[in-house]
């Protein structure tokens, strides 16, 4: 397997331990949907885009990510695997328009 496909894992299984509930997100332009309890009953809380630590993310990927996360009112989130300590680490990007 690649390392974004292992990233994609590690993240799943690291959300599921943490009690959420994933589906695919790829409707969404992300690896994933999270939700805090049973999809059947609530709304997905994240979008999870899953990157590999040493790779740059594009601006405008970014952007565009945040922008779809505030659209259907999801926080989008990056997610990736640190090198040396294996941990995901998981990084939020919020919308602020300028007023």
């Known amino acids: 397997r690649g390392e974004l ?3 994609r894992v590690a993240v799943f299984a690291d959300l599921w331990r ?3 509930y994933v589906t695919p997100g790829e409707a969404f332009g992300g690896h ?3 939700y805090p309890s049973d999809p059947m009953t609530v709304h997905a ?4 885009r ?3 630590w ?3 993310i594009a601006p405008l990927s970014l952007v565009a990510l945040a922008r779809v996360g505030v659209s259907v009112k999801k ?7 640190h090198p040396h300590s294996s941990a995901v680490r998981y990084f939020s990007a919020h919308w602020q328009g300028v007023t």
Not at 45 to 48: A, K, L, N, Q, S
């Open 45 to 48: 809380t994240f979008i999870v």
């Open 18 to 20: 943490r009690r959420f």
């Open 32 to 34: 994933y949907l999270v």
């Open 54 to 56: 040493d790779r740059a």
């Open 5 to 7: 496909e292992r990233a």
């Open 75 to 81: 926080c989008a989130v990056i997610a990736a695997i």
């Open 50 to 52: 899953v990157c590999t």
